[in-house]
């Protein structure tokens, strides 16, 4: 079974946790991983892009030249897609980038996640987050203590106010509740912090 230790914030360790084999020794599932990044990354998307159809460019009311007999192609309005300043044939309009992939899919790009941060030593556990008063100091050099050197996903199951007090000014640290966890979080971020109690909670509901 695999094993892990858990520290506290001073970076001791205070005991070895048993984690779930069919979770953290899998191997990650990259097509998994690649389907829940690209649906994440569509659903940031802000789909405001927009262009002028012809019904909706000013002016081009009047036919520039008749019809027939000037020896010139026809043409029906200066705001024809064809001529500049006209209007944009097919032009990208506003639109909603999002969808979801099944649930099922999800939580096993979750697992890959998980068992591929265990597996490049990048996942460690903390028994708790007691922080005395909200200090982003004093979070910063637990941070240090615990090796953390680049940026740095902390995961929490419970409300803590001085936590997200300590953790929000420091760059390359984002703070997440294990029930919002999504892999893309998880891949993005150097180095994963987690509670006991979270990573328990976790492993029951992804088994």
């Known amino acids: 079974m695999a094993k892990t230790e858990v520290k506290n914030l001073e970076g001791t360790t205070v005991k070895e946790l048993d984690l779930a084999d069919e979770i953290f020794a899998a191997p990650p599932n990259q097509s998994l991983l690649w389907e829940s990044v690209k649906s994440y990354l569509a659903s940031q998307r802000r789909g405001t892009h927009s262009t002028k159809s012809r019904g909706e460019v000013s002016g081009g009311g009047k036919k520039p030249w008749r019809q027939k007999g000037t020896g010139r192609a026809r043409v029906g309005s200066i705001r024809s897609s064809l001529w500049r300043g006209g209007s944009i044939a097919h032009g990208p309009k506003p639109r909603d980038y999002a969808y979801a992939i099944p649930a099922k899919m999800l939580r096993g790009a979750l697992r890959s996640a998980l068992a591929a941060k265990f597996q490049d030593q990048k996942l460690t556990v903390i028994d708790q987050f007691n922080l005395q008063e909200a200090k982003t100091k004093a979070f910063a050099g637990a941070l240090r203590k615990l090796g953390v050197e680049k940026t740095v996903l902390v995961v929490s199951d419970a409300t803590n106010r001085n936590l997200e007090l300590s953790s929000r000014n420091i760059q390359g640290c984002d703070l ?17 912090l987690i509670s006991e109690g979270a990573l328990g909670r976790l492993a029951e509901a992804l088994r």
């Open 176 to 192: 997440v509740r294990h029930h919002k966890l999504h892999p893309y979080e998880v891949l993005s971020h150097e180095t994963l």
